[in-house]
């Protein structure tokens, strides 16, 4: 502090510095006197020390600055005194000025308002240069890319990556620009603002890798779960005022239909039961828990001759003798043999097959005709199927019943017709048979506590 405090002193006694404030004046500040204080302790630094002269010198730097861009020491003649030679009035001059835009009016002319003049910065120090806005991020990465790009290309050298760039390049080919029509040309193409689908601007590749590209619809979802029709007509018998054959016919169905429930019924009773003379009685019962006593002493005694044959030593096993070499040698003199008949054999049947071709011929076009009939096949299942309800739970599905009436029960007119049905379960099970809907059951309620009986005293009363 001292040192800086003694070259601002030495800068401002200086002959050539030239200061805007009369109360600074170098002959004050070197006739002024220090105190004798003792510096070699921290506490007495800031307590003696007399840094109002600096802040004097560094207040009108900073003014001169402001007001004059710089030191006045510093500045020539020419910026500091002009010669004044009174106000010039050429009016030729003026008038073979060009008027640009309109015509100045005549008057006073326009000067800027006095809150403009205030928020104007009179401040001719320059605004400190802002480093992060010349910042790039990895620049040093950057500049050593590109350094390395320069002294590959003076090498002719093209990298891998510049290569793969040039190819993708001569892939995409340049869409043209499109040119909007004005709106008075009838010849233009009818654009619908409402519809649903969005026009696709920009390139292909583009909009895909920004997301911004539909995902095209795959071909599967357009077809329905299934062909048949949502509402299905039911037989003319089922009219309130049928024709005789119509109705037998739509009674035989129906018919039908309870013979085969009937069927499974009596199926599940066969498989459930039993025989009454095959049922458990006293004996069976007593020799059910005596079983397996008797055999225990059997087994005591298998045991004990087992034992006494252990007894008996037994011989060492016999190890397999070692080949001699001229077995070895006549061993693989045999199986190389081997694999020559073996090699012989498959070519006569090479050979032997040209001579059967008409029948390998034959063979061929059997499998052929039995491919396309099983194909044929498969195709019809398939094409059945779509008309028949999938399992898609774990119910399966149900028929619905038919709504049938018998002959003493249908109606002579309208009046008396007796409705049957209900048009909400008929549109579910409707759901449920074309696959829309998965087959489902009514939940079970099931009560969590149990039902609390309580006599009143007016029952027992009345009892």
């Known amino acids: ?90 009016t030729a001059a003026k008038a073979a000025e060009p008027v640009e835009g309109k015509e100045k009016k005549k008057g006073k002319q326009s000067r800027p308002l006095r809150i403009d003049l205030i928020l104007q910065s009179d401040s001719l120090v320059p605004p400190p240069k802002d480093v992060l806005a010349y910042q790039q991020p990895n620049a040093k990465k950057l500049r050593r890319i590109a350094e390395k ?29 499109a040119v909007t029509d004005a709106n008075n040309n009838p010849d233009r193409d009818y654009y619908d603002i409402w ?28 077809e329905k779960p299934s062909v048949l029709p949502a509402v299905e007509v039911i037989a003319p018998g089922g009219s309130y005022n049928p024709d005789f054959f119509s109705h037998q016919a739509l009674l035989q169905e129906a ?27 006293e004996e069976t019962v007593f020799q059910e828990q005596v079983e397996g006593l008797v055999e225990e002493e059997e087994n005591e005694e298998e045991n004990t001759v087992d034992q006494q044959a252990e007894d008996v030593p037994v011989g060492a096993i016999a190890q397999a003798e070692k ?97 049957e049905g209900s048009v909400v379960k008929d549109r579910f099970k409707s759901m449920q048979k074309r696959n829309l809907i998965e087959p489902r059951e009514r939940a079970k309620f099931k009560r969590r506590h149990k039902l609390k009986y309580v006599e009143k005293r007016a029952f027992r009363q009345i009892t």
């Open 149 to 177: 790009a320069e002294r590959l290309a003076a090498k002719a050298v093209v990298t891998q990556r510049h290569k793969r760039l040039l190819n993708r390049r001569s892939v995409i080919r340049p869409t043209k620009t």
């Open 1 to 90: 502090m001292a040192a800086a405090r003694r070259l601002k002193r030495v800068a401002a006694s200086q002959p050539g510095f030239l200061s805007l404030k009369s109360s600074t004046q170098p002959a004050d500040l070197l006739s002024s006197r220090r105190k004798r204080v003792s510096k070699n302790k921290k506490k007495n630094w800031n307590k003696h020390s007399d840094i109002h002269d600096v802040e004097e010198f560094l207040e009108d730097v900073r003014l001169q600055e402001r007001t004059t861009g710089g030191l006045l020491s510093e500045k020539s003649d020419d910026t500091l005194f002009f010669l004044d030679v009174g106000e010039q009035r050429n």
């Open 195 to 222: 519809q649903q689908e969005s026009k696709d601007v920009g390139d292909s590749w583009y909009l895909q890798q920004t997301g911004k590209k539909l995902v095209k619809r795959p071909e599967k979802l357009n």
């Open 255 to 281: 018919h039908e239909v309870e013979v085969k429930k009937k069927k499974e019924e009596e199926k599940v009773e066969r498989q459930l039961a039993f025989n009454k003379d095959d049922a458990a009685t």
């Open 323 to 419: 080949k001699s070499e001229k077995q070895r040698k006549k061993q693989k003199a045999e199986k190389i043999k081997e694999q020559q008949q073996l090699a012989i054999k498959r070519q006569i049947e090479k050979r032997q097959q040209l001579f059967q071709l008409r029948s390998i011929k034959a063979s061929i076009k059997e499998k052929e005709q039995i491919t396309m009939k099983r194909r044929e096949q498969r195709k019809a299942k398939q094409e059945a199927q779509k008309s028949q309800p999938r399992r898609l739970g774990r119910l399966k599905f149900q028929a619905q019943d038919l709504e049938v009436q018998l002959s003493d029960e249908l109606a002579n007119s309208l009046l008396r017709l007796k409705p």
